[in-house]
């Protein structure tokens, strides 16, 4: 609770710019030209954005058009062909104080239903190996955050991530390009302690 109080001081409902420029336009900057310094080079950058961390869920709206021009750039300069995007968010929209307060069933499903989005170059090496299939068939099991860690570690170092890193989650972490065992991946699974309860579990359980 103090946590969203404290977010709800930090990412105001006021727009916070200097210069004429918000805040995180400055991160993006930074962003894109790292990209561009280090063309030649693979490479991996985290962006982080707190701004959704404020009570109307309006101020996060302000960020769509910045975020969707640096991803136009991105694609008209060719980043598109070699570049894998990867953007998640660890719980949906559930405004803190407000329906924390009384206890409001949307709370508790936005709290339970995180973002997970992969975009990924068009390229026959897709394709190879049914990874395509196997990313459409692991939409419908739980996923951790120790799959999403592997996952960046896999795209970073190729198919030999598991030899060079040591995986002490088996039973949690796998990469996404691998087909994972749906029949223990839901949220009631005994190897889980994901703490949802039944009836916010979301899972689709696939026979």
């Known amino acids: 609770m103090y946590r969203g109080f404290f977010h709800t001081l930090l990412y105001s409902l006021i727009k916070k710019c200097i210069f004429g420029k918000q805040v995180i336009e400055y991160a993006i900057e930074y962003l894109e030209s790292f990209m561009t310094t280090y063309f030649d080079f693979n490479k991996m950058f985290l962006f982080e954005s707190g701004e959704a961390h404020e009570p109307t869920g309006q101020i996060i709206g302000y960020f769509d058009e910045i975020f969707y021009k640096f991803l136009n750039k991105l694609y ?7 570049t894998t995007i990867v953007i998640f968010a660890d719980h949906g929209q559930h405004l803190n104080g407000p329906l924390y307060l009384f ?4 709370f508790k499903y936005e709290r339970t239903l995180p973002l997970l989005l992969l975009l990924i170059p068009n390229t026959h090496e897709l394709y190879e190996d049914s990874i395509y299939e196997t990313i459409k068939t692991n939409q419908q099991v739980f996923v951790t955050a120790f799959d999403i860690y592997y996952t960046l570690t896999h795209i970073a170092l190729g198919d030999k991530f598991k030899e060079i890193i040591k995986n002490p989650f088996d039973k949690y972490g796998e990469s996404l390009f691998k087909p994972l065992d749906y029949k223990v991946r839901y949220c009631e699974s005994p190897i889980y302690d994901s703490q949802i309860e039944p009836e916010y579990c979301i899972c689709r359980k696939v026979s």
């Open 103 to 106: 206890n409001c069933e949307d």
């Open 76 to 82: 008209t300069q060719g980043f598109f062909s070699n």
